[in-house]
């Protein structure tokens, strides 16, 4: 998966989107284009822009989008 395959995959809002990265779940729930959760471990965040989520340093400094391949959709 790459990042433009997750980001169509959340715009989509057909599914919550749930990961494993560094043994740790996370999940991904698309409630519409602006609204937009994201948790790993015990940390869960908004979002209204999906670019923001794919950008933002959540896992321990990194992006989404810096560790897209490093995840694992379970």
Do not use: C, R, W
Not at 32 to 41: E, K
Not at 64 to 71: A, G, T, V, Y
Request: net charge negative.
């Amino acid at each position: 998966m790459n990042a433009q395959s997750i980001k169509d995959l959340i715009l989509s809002l057909t599914q919550d989107i749930e990961f494993s990265y560094n043994n740790v779940n996370g999940s991904i729930i698309p409630l519409s284009h602006d609204n937009i959760s994201m948790s790993y471990g015990d940390v869960n965040k908004g979002y209204n822009d999906v670019d923001i989520l794919l950008t933002d340093p959540f896992f321990n400094g990194k992006s989404l989008s810096e560790i897209i391949k490093e995840i694992e959709i379970i």
